[in-house]
């Protein structure tokens, strides 16, 4: 992975993606979107549903590839790498290792303990499970679940507060956080 100096932390150009929905349909969600985040700023970004926001944060967050197209080959760099030429497999270990995401729907494992459904994604960071285990306990306990943290069934009040606190990345303090809609 080449690292290139930028100013940005994430930067976008020329972002496309299209959706085929049949063989004679098609749904063109972004065409030609520019972005540049810098680290510690924070951006919102707003619009009409169908406008394309949910896409561009898959873009962003390197869930999806943006498309190649007619004209100028899209641009996606994240702390200076080019991310459309990584594997799937170097693009989830960015994701892992740098982004924090919070989507509307939680995905939380239904078998698992509030604490380990959280220790799970530091784990999964490359974090020791001793650190993931100390890291889950506080990001637990700063929401007020400090209590809950061993018995099943505190799911919905998990979601509720892992909204508004690092607790879904217990212990590996991401560069960018993907904060889904409300």
Do not use: W
Not at 100 to 127: C, D, I, R
Request: aromatic fraction near 4%.
């Amino acid at each position: 992975m080449m690292k290139e100096p930028t100013m940005s932390l994430l930067e976008g150009t020329n972002l496309r993606k299209t959706y085929r929905m049949s063989r004679r349909t098609s749904v063109e969600a972004l065409r030609g979107v520019d972005v540049s985040i810098a680290a510690g700023e924070m951006v919102a970004i707003m619009g009409p549903s169908g406008s394309g926001k949910s896409t561009l944060m898959h873009l962003l967050g390197l869930l999806h590839a943006p498309d190649r197209n007619d004209g100028p080959a899209p641009g996606l760099r994240f702390d200076g790498v080019d991310v459309t030429t990584l594997s799937d497999r170097e693009r989830t270990r960015i994701r892992a290792r740098s982004m924090g995401f919070v989507f509307q729907s939680f995905n939380l494992v239904p078998t698992l303990t509030a604490e380990e459904n959280v220790a799970l994604a530091a784990e999964y960071a490359g974090t020791s499970r001793g650190s993931a285990r100390v890291a889950t306990g506080e990001a637990l306990d700063s929401v007020g679940l400090a209590e809950q943290h061993v018995a099943p069934g505190v799911q919905h009040e998990l979601q509720v507060k892992a909204g508004r606190s690092e607790t879904g990345r217990a212990g590996a303090r991401p560069d960018l956080a993907d904060i889904g809609e409300p």
